[in-house]
């Protein structure tokens, strides 16, 4: 069976400093991958989907970029981090042209 | 702009109650449409979805009917179950998947 994680589980990080969180889908190969924002109160925000190793669209310009290094992994990144960055941040992966979309257990980020 | 949204932030609803959480849709040409359960600090959970050329289906004490006349979808939870709280959220396809806020479902003893 397929499975997905994310690290780390919470994270506080002060204002400026860099950020980089992870998720591994374990069981699938080619997957869709997909990271999204999810505010207090608010709906999911795609950030970035990839359909293959080095390969990103993003979807909101922001001071965040996502790399795909293997086919099972998915890193998103900031140099800087804002205090309008802190949120919980979901990873999720898809197969193939389905549209249903499995999603981690997600990182909760405080920046303070 | 297109949007996905729900018409309650929260309902509270007594253990063993049937349950009804509405997702009113505006992008007409939506094929596909699914619910997702969210408890609080945990990825959200497929619940049920439905394609646009159904007007109902169901599932294990879930039921999610599509209304495309009025573009409204509900999300029914039968005998509801304190297990059952948590955020209900829908997702319509057009292209991509776009998310609502949610509702968050509170299930009284």
């Known amino acids: 069976s397929q499975t997905i994680h994310q690290w780390p589980a919470t994270l506080v990080q002060p204002v400026g400093s860099p950020l980089s969180l992870e998720c591994t889908v374990e069981g699938t190969s080619n997957p869709n991958l997909y990271w999204y924002r999810q505010a207090a109160g608010r709906g999911l925000q795609l950030l970035f989907y990839?359909?293959?190793?080095?390969?990103i669209s993003s979807e909101v310009p922001q001071n965040l970029s996502a790399s795909r290094p293997q086919d099972r992994q998915f890193i998103l990144s900031s140099k800087k981090l804002l205090l309008s960055d802190s949120g919980f941040y979901l990873c999720a992966w898809s197969y193939g042209s389905s549209y249903e979309q499995y999603f981690g257990p997600g990182t909760r980020l405080t920046v303070t | 702009g297109e949007s996905v949204g729900l018409h309650l932030p929260t309902l509270s609803v007594q253990e063993g109650d049937n349950s009804i959480i509405n997702c009113a849709y505006s992008?007409?040409?939506?094929?596909?449409f699914i619910w997702y359960k969210q408890e609080s600090g945990k990825g959200p959970q497929f619940i049920i979805d439905i394609r646009s050329n159904m007007d109902k289906r169901q599932g294990q004490r879930v039921t999610v009917l599509l209304n495309k006349t009025v573009k409204h979808l509900s999300l029914q939870i039968a005998a509801t179950q304190p297990g059952d709280s948590a955020v209900y959220f829908c997702a319509e396809n057009n292209n991509d998947m776009r998310f609502g806020a949610g509702t968050r479902l509170t299930v009284k003893p």
């Open positions: 992008n007409s040409a939506s094929d596909y």
């Open positions: 990839s359909v293959g190793i080095g390969q």
